[in-house]
Every structure is written in structure tokens, then in C-alpha cells.
């Protein structure tokens, strides 16, 4: 997978406040994403700003996040380099609206370290993320279902579990035939 890096802002600056803000950046954001031919992640890199406000996040990260997915959904959005104090506004925001994002850091040769899920999952989602990480690979439903057999999981509810997750970027979603398989967007999450 090619690796996108795009600043949060393109100004520098120590707070990034309000919805306006966000929409404004939102605008940033969706003009530096480059078209790609394949899957891409988008490390949206957070280094130059200390601090961005639940409303400003709400406003430019989540939406470009929802953007991609219907709109580019080659791209996967993360966010890398981000100060404590934004990731406490962050958590606070996907808590109250029971959503996640893939946080990390970005080392200079652009590797992506550190992976982690900032915000909300339930017990089911996080339950299935972990099982897919441990799968070593590519993971679909009813290879979930087999390893599993003892959790007696039906087909249909890691199906559901699966696509929770994709549908928040959490899991890159591939299909070969009629099969969709999953995989973590980032390696180590």
C-alpha cells in the first residue's frame, strides 16, 4: 500500500478552533489528496499544530475521513504526530459520537509507528479487530467463524463486525470473487 502524506493545516500555527476552521481545512485536506490507482493511506499529519479543538476535528478530520470512504474510497485516512492535548479532544469527540480513528506517529522515512485506535469500539468490534490481527493475514467471516467455532459466532455477525470496522478505517476491506477479506490499514494495530 503507497503511503500519502498530507499536513493537517497548511498554515502553522498552535490552535486550531472552531467548526469554521474545520471546514476550512476540511477544503485543505480534500485538495492535497492526490488521486491514486490503488489503496493508499493518508497519513493526515498533525506536527505543526499543538492543539485542535473537538469542533475543528469534528468538523475537517471526520469529515474527510467520511469523504474518503465514499468518495475516494481507495484512500484510508490516519492521523499521525498528534499532540496529547489533541488526542484528548479527539477521544472526547469519538467517544460522544461512538467512533474511532487509526493514530500513530510518522518517522522521517514516512513508516508509520506506534498504531493504535483512538475513540470508541465496542466489546464486539474489539473482540473482532484483535481476532483479525491475530489471524496472521487476510481474514474473512467464515474463517473467523471456524477459528472461533467455541464463541459460537454466526457468519452474519463477524460479517456485521467486519464491515463496523471497515466502515470506520480501521480494516481494509479486499474482495477476491465474492469473498471480502479483511486486513488491519496499518500493520501492528
Not at 20 to 42: D, N, Q, Y
Not at 157 to 186: C, D, H, M
Request: some cysteine; overall charge positive.
Amino acid at each position: 500500500m503507497m503511503t500519502q502524506v498530507i499536513p493537517f493545516t497548511r498554515t502553522h500555527g498552535d490552535v486550531a478552533a472552531g467548526a469554521a476552521r474545520g471546514r476550512a481545512i476540511l477544503g485543505e485536506l480534500i485538495a492535497s489528496l492526490r488521486p491514486a490507482s490503488e489503496r493508499t493511506l493518508v497519513a493526515v499529519d498533525f506536527a505543526a499544530t499543538s492543539v485542535v479543538t473537538a469542533s475543528c476535528l469534528r468538523e475537517s478530520l471526520l469529515a474527510f475521513r467520511d469523504y474518503c470512504r465514499k468518495r475516494d474510497p481507495s484512500a484510508y485516512p490516519i492521523v499521525v504526530n498528534m499532540s496529547e492535548e489533541t488526542v484528548e479532544e479527539l477521544r472526547v469527540l469519538l467517544d460522544g459520537t461512538k467512533d474511532a480513528v487509526v493514530a500513530g506517529s510518522l518517522t522521517p522515512a514516512g513508516q508509520v509507528t506506534g498504531p493504535r485506535v483512538v475513540g470508541w469500539l465496542d466489546t464486539h468490534e474489539l473482540a473482532t479487530l484483535r481476532a483479525v490481527a491475530s489471524f496472521g493475514g487476510k481474514a474473512d467471516a467464515p474463517s473467523l467463524k471456524r477459528k472461533h467455532e467455541e464463541e459460537h459466532i454466526g457468519v452474519t455477525a463477524w460479517n456485521n463486525r467486519l464491515s463496523a470496522l471497515a466502515a470506520k478505517g480501521i480494516l481494509l476491506e479486499t474482495r477476491q470473487g465474492k469473498s471480502k477479506f479483511y486486513i488491519p490499514v496499518v500493520e501492528g494495530l
